[in-house]
Structure formats: C-alpha cells, structure tokens
C-alpha cells in the first residue's frame, strides 16, 4: 500500500510539473512609449526561432502594446524614429531602420546605431537571460523591466540618459536640421579591429574596453558598451514577463547606480559627460516585486499532491 501511494504521489508531482512548465515558459512582453514622439519597434528573431508577429509596428506617444512570445523564443527589439512614407508607399527611418521598406521589418535587422534589448527565453537552467546593448550605438534611451519572476539578478537593466546631445562628434549622427538624433559605436564609426573585437582582438583576453566604449558604460553602467561586457550587464529571471518602456522618465535619485560596477574612464575623449545618476519611473517596484508566480503554482502543486495521498 505504500508502495501504491508513493507512486500516487509522484505521479500527481509529474503532471504537476509538466503543467507547471507549460504555464509559464512563456512571457509577455509590453512596449511602452514615453517618448514625445511616435516610436516605430521593430522586432527580429533568432535564427531558427519563430518570428513574434508583427515585426514592426507604431507606437504612438504614450501607447502601450502586449504580445506573448512562446517558450524558448529568443531575438531583439529596438525602437525606429523618424519614420515616414515616400509617394510611393516605401516606408523607412532616420535610426534603426530595417530596410525592409515596410513597417514590419519581416526578418531584417537593426541598421545601426540602435539600443537593442535582447533576450533568450527559457536558457541554460530554465532562466530568461536578457540584456539592453550598446554594442551597435545608441538611438534612444530604453529600459527592460522584469515582473513576476525570481532570481539574484532579476531586475531592470537599460540605457536610460539621452546620450544624443553629448555624444562625441566622431561619433554623432545628424538629422537635416543638425539635431543629434543616434550615436554610432566606436566600431561603426572607425572600422578597426580594437574596437571591433575582431581579427586580433577577437577574444575577451585581446578586446578591452575602449575610451569610446567606456564613455557609454560610465552613463550606463547596466547596458553592454562593448562584445565582451558581460559581467556587468547580463540578467537573468526565472517566470517573468517583461515590460519594455521607450524614453522612460526620469527622477532626481541615484538608485540606478549603486551597487553597479562603474569603470573607471581613464583616457575618456575629452567630451561632456553623459548624466547616469538617475533611476526611472517602475524600476523600484521591479526590483521588489512579490514572488514569482512559478513558486505559487509549485506549492499549489505540492498542497495538492499532499491532499490526494491523504485522503487515500
């Protein structure tokens, strides 16, 4: 008879668990748009992975959108601005274009510069890493917030100051009107190697971090500024979703980067400094959100598992 119950037993734990990984090895992702101006995302899959539909769209100033994305998706989102279409329907951007001459960007990339979130789903140990990058330049300020989920390193990540306005000239990107509206990467902008991470400098031991990427880590201290920048800007949660906020607005504290490892911009180019000192509208409430629902559907699990054997 024991026997028979511990079978029982583990059985209902299987079923359990199976609907438990079915629950919620998706997410949710929701744009949020807090910029002044529309903002046009743009959505691209990793290879072999299917795409999140759709690959673009319009975000108007202050409009939010929710899409799921299925277990084990992974790829990137970034925001288009100054989009428009010609008199003959082909719609492109003044940063972060993909070149697809529609709204949707159907499998195209991001033609830097653009900050680029990206994620993978359900990866090594059933965690969600993701990142807010750097690595192709800078067009808008964007933050990654995490709710529901669990984990030592699930909180917000993003690049949150307008580095437009102070990026170094080398490095600026001008509209017609002479307004900065993107900051390339050092690796655009130059072409070497050194700032590349290629050729010679193709591994972490050979491609340091530069004066040019250093000056984007020192305003964004949790944003990848360089290839190789992972042990500062890599997160991870287990059963979250996520909300992804366009321009989020600022307040006057310095939550943001304490307890983050600020390198030290030693042969910084002689440039104004970009303002980091700030943290933005959710990130305290991500950072203490309540437990993740996975732990409740466990329990619950549990609870009932340990019910059924005793009523047998």
Sequence with gaps: MAKLLLSISILILSIAQFFIQ???SSATFTFVNKCDRTVWPGILSNAGIAPLQPTGFALQKGESKVLNAPSSWGG????RTHCSEDSNGKFSCGTGDCGSGKMECAGAG?????????????????????DVSLVDGYNLPMMVTPSGGSGRNCTYTGCMADLNGACPAALKVMNSDGDGVACKSACEAFGEQEYCCSGAYGTPDTCKPSSYSLLFKTACPRAYSYAYDDKTSTFTC?????????CPPPTTSKKSTEGQETPEAQGTPSVPQFDSGM???GANAMENSEA?????YIHVAIMAAVMTVASL
Excluded: C, K
């Design 238 to 246: 287990n059963g979250a979703d996520y909300q992804v906020t366009f």
């Design 292 to 296: 993740s629902s996975r732990n409740t």
């Design 110 to 130: 991001a033609t830097p510069p653009a900050t680029l979130a990206e994620f993978t789903l359900d990866g090594d140990g059933g965690m969600d890493f993701f």
């Design 22 to 24: 079915g629950a919620i």
């Design 76 to 79: 990137r989102f970034w925001g």
């Design 279 to 281: 943290v933005f509208e």
